[in-house]
């Protein structure tokens, strides 16, 4: 997604300043071009040298270099770029920010730049919290620039309390999706479902089954760096929440289809990506079962364990009737996955048409590199028209992609 996106990454003197050489390094990997400007505090901290490796590009600092080129310099970048992202903006650069002042390099850029500005401030939580800042913030938020707030933790202070620069994964994760902010899912919302459900036994125990979520999260991160708006209905995983996404969590499946009914009364897509339990316990013990205890037959070592139908979320969004009792506006376009050990095509297929759905993605489950847990999959596309695509094994976040292909050619 950041792949030859012209980025400017500023960075400002504050102790923070050294994260922002992984993360520059990490849009370099991503396959952005990166140009880095950096105060003259930022370079008592690190030296320039060290982000023009990383990003492999020069790095500017110095507006009043004798030859009047970093003049007409700041003027191209401020042209070019895609994305303005100050990491770390200390409280006297957002102070600069928020009244115009454009005293240096990365002050003047930022004024004059119409690309979008986003601000990760990090710094003593003191300065943080003064009213100057937080009013500065304020207007630069109004302005249209996205904070991304930074966090409560260890400060180099000593102190404990809010002022962490976030971590990398959210900053890549707010830099992705803002740069995508106008992509083929701008103006869409969409849901997904990831994870597995679990179906309480008593207060300790469950049904469940091996799904990590990945798959799902792949889905709802790729979806929202296409500038959709993504709503992630999640079963209990061991997954960082990404940026930017409106997350519910579940546990049983009831919980999940009431969540699905509420979260796509106005959404444009629904990928079932979850893996629901198909059954759950008839009637959870309210206290734990203890070892010795005997259900079923009585015989010694022996415990039954009676279950129930699930609702099926997809086929009960397969009726008509529903649908209308939702008050839909607009159709809405519902892909499932299908995760099958034997006869894919065959098990698929009856699922596609069971549940009519406009897509069908299957996943062959009996191999190591597909299905549960794993971080890529094979997977065969079902079309309602009856077409199949067999893809190869794929990163999960790359199928995630062909999928959103397939889901926008349908919107459109
Ligand atoms: O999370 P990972 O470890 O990355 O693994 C991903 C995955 C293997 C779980 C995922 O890719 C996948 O295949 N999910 C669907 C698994 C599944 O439950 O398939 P199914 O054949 O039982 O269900 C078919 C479809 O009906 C699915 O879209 C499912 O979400 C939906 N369903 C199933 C049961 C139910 N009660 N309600 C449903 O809506």
């Keep these: 997604m950041l ?81 303005l992202a100050i990491v770390p903006a200390t409280a006297n650069t957002l102070a600069k920010l928020a009244h115009g002042i454009a005293d240096n390099m990365l002050t003047a850029v930022a004024l004059a730049t119409k690309a979008p500005l986003l601000l990760a401030p990090a710094m003593y939580k003191g300065m943080y919290e003064h009213a100057a800042t937080q009013v500065n913030l304020s207007i630069l938020r109004e302005r249209g620039a996205s904070i991304v707030e930074p966090e409560v933790g260890h400060l180099a202070s000593g102190a404990i309390g809010v002022g962490r620069l976030p971590e990398l994964s959210v900053l890549m994760g707010a830099i992705s999706m803002i740069v995508g902010r106008k992509g083929d899912l701008a103006g869409r919302r969409v849901v997904v479902t990831a994870g597995g459900t679990q179906e309480p036994i008593d207060p300790v125990r469950y049904v469940g089954n091996r799904s990590s979520g990945k798959m799902g999260y792949a889905l709802a991160t790729v979806a929202r760096d296409r500038g959709a708006h993504v709503t992630l209905i ?70 039954s364990l009676y279950l129930t139908r699930n609702p099926d979320i997809l086929a009960e969004l397969a009726n008509a009737d529903y649908e209308g009792s939702v008050k839909r506006l607009r159709r809405l376009i519902r892909v499932g996955f299908a995760a099958e050990t034997h006869d894919v095509i065959t098990h698929a297929q009856a699922k596609m048409a069971a549940k009519r759905l406009d897509l069908l993605v299957a996943n062959d489950v009996s191999r190591l ?44």
């Design 3 to 83: 792949l030859n996106k012209r980025l400017i990454v500023g960075v400002c003197g504050g102790i923070a300043s050294y994260k922002a050489i992984e993360l520059v390094s990490r849009l370099q990997q991503a396959g952005a071009l990166v140009d880095v400007i950096m105060t003259d505090h930022a370079q008592e901290f690190i030296r320039p040298l060290t982000f023009a490796t990383v990003s492999q590009r020069p790095v500017y600092h110095n507006l009043w270099e004798p030859s009047g080129q970093a003049a007409e310099l700041h003027i191209a970048l401020a042209e070019q770029a895609e994305l």
């Design 234 to 303: 999640s079963g209990p995983v061991a997954l960082e929440v990404p940026y930017g996404i409106e997350l519910c969590k579940v546990e049983t499946a009831i919980q999940m289809r009431d969540a699905v009914g509420s979260a796509i009364t106005d959404a444009d897509v629904l990928v079932m990506n979850a893996a629901v339990a198909d059954f759950r316990p008839i009637a959870p013990a309210s206290r734990k079962i203890k070892k010795n205890e005997t259900r079923g037959s009585g015989e010694q070592g022996e415990f």
């Design 369 to 412: 590199d597909s299905g549960f847990g794993t971080d890529t999959n094979k997977v065969y596309l079902f079309h309602a028209n009856g077409d199949m695509e067999d893809l190869p094994v794929m990163p999960k976040i790359d199928v995630a992609t062909a999928i959103w292909d397939r889901v926008v050619s349908l919107l459109s």
